[in-house]
């Protein structure tokens, strides 16, 4: 039975040793593997003559690293996304059962109050008065119930793969927070209580709409057809009064589709396209962080309506 790979190399470096120890240490050093694009290296080069990364450390290099932990190489910020929105609806979830409104149905759709306020939801108040600006992203993995997370995260994984196959595992994360975020600044800005991911979900919608006019052919005729079509029925339902934010909803698919102009629609081409993306997503990814942070930081705070 052969060797895990790990213990392979480890096997591998102790004959070398050997090798040396014994006189037999005269082998030729061997050119290196760039970490980021893939691309062959000279033996004392520090930078890839390819794609420009430092080849002692780089924001490509630890990205490829990180996507590993999601198995899915192609779409690796697409499979954590989806863990992220199911593990805050968990959260969620206990800490309702732990305040004792947990039971019955409230699953289904009525997982609100003072728990989702406490796991950053977005709300006017806190965000304009009380500069809590972290909500704006947090708000975009909480989630009301079973069927509003179902329906979100189907559309996720409609709509996310293809994205990030075509802009880039980095770039497709910007995109995803940017219009989430934007989403939920102008729905407080107009008052609304408000949680959910379909913000960000409708500035991936946006995206598509704002690059099938590019691309030619029937399928995306097609598919431009079916998106507004869907785009329409869902704003008509958000004006039926099912609970449906109209207004974030229309924020993120207007960012969307202003970004999806602007970015150029293919994958990183050059050493700096490649940066710049490598810095959007990370910029992206440390948001995200930070918002978190702060919302465990602020978590025990005192709530407005009993100060």
Avoid at 20 to 32: A, E, H, L, S
Avoid at 53 to 78: I, N
Avoid at 134 to 159: C, D, E, K
Avoid at 222 to 242: A, D, K, N, Q
Wanted: net charge positive.
């Amino acid at each position: 039975m052969a060797l895990p790979y790990r213990w392979q190399w480890r096997v591998e470096r102790w004959k070398n040793s050997m090798r040396g120890f014994f006189g037999g240490g005269d082998q030729q050093p061997r050119p290196k593997i760039c970490p980021a694009c893939g691309a062959l290296v000279g033996i004392s080069a520090t930078r890839c003559h390819e794609c420009g990364a430092s080849l002692r450390f780089s924001l490509a290099a630890l990205s490829k690293k990180l996507s590993g932990l999601f198995g899915e190489q192609e779409t690796p910020v697409t499979s954590a996304l989806l863990v992220a929105n199911i593990l805050m609806f968990g959260i969620s979830w206990v800490a309702l059962a732990n305040e004792r409104g947990g039971s019955g149905f409230r699953i289904l759709w009525g997982m609100g109050g003072e728990t989702v306020y406490r796991l950053g939801a977005s709300h006017p108040y806190p965000i304009f008065v009380g500069h809590e600006w972290w909500r704006l992203v947090t708000a975009m993995f909480l989630h009301g119930g079973l069927i509003h997370i179902g329906f979100n995260m189907m559309s996720l994984m409609q709509l996310g793969p293809a994205l990030e196959e075509l802009y880039g595992s980095a770039r497709y994360l910007f995109l995803y927070v940017a219009t989430g975020a934007f989403g939920f600044l102008i729905s407080a800005w107009f008052g609304n209580f408000s949680l959910g991911a379909s913000g960000a979900l409708l500035g991936l919608v946006g995206v598509m709409l704002a690059i099938t006019p590019r691309r030619g052919g029937a399928y995306m005729r097609e598919l431009r057809s079916r998106l507004i079509s869907s785009v329409v029925i869902l704003f008509i339902l958000g004006f039926s009064g099912v609970g449906i934010d109209n207004y974030a909803h229309f924020a993120g698919l207007a960012a969307g589709f202003g970004l999806g102009k602007l970015l150029t629609d293919r994958q990183p081409m050059n050493s700096t396209e490649r940066r710049t993306a490598y810095g959007l997503g990370w910029l992206a990814g440390m948001v995200v962080m930070a918002c978190f942070a702060l919302m465990i930081f602020h978590y025990r705070d005192t709530l407005p309506w009993q100060q």
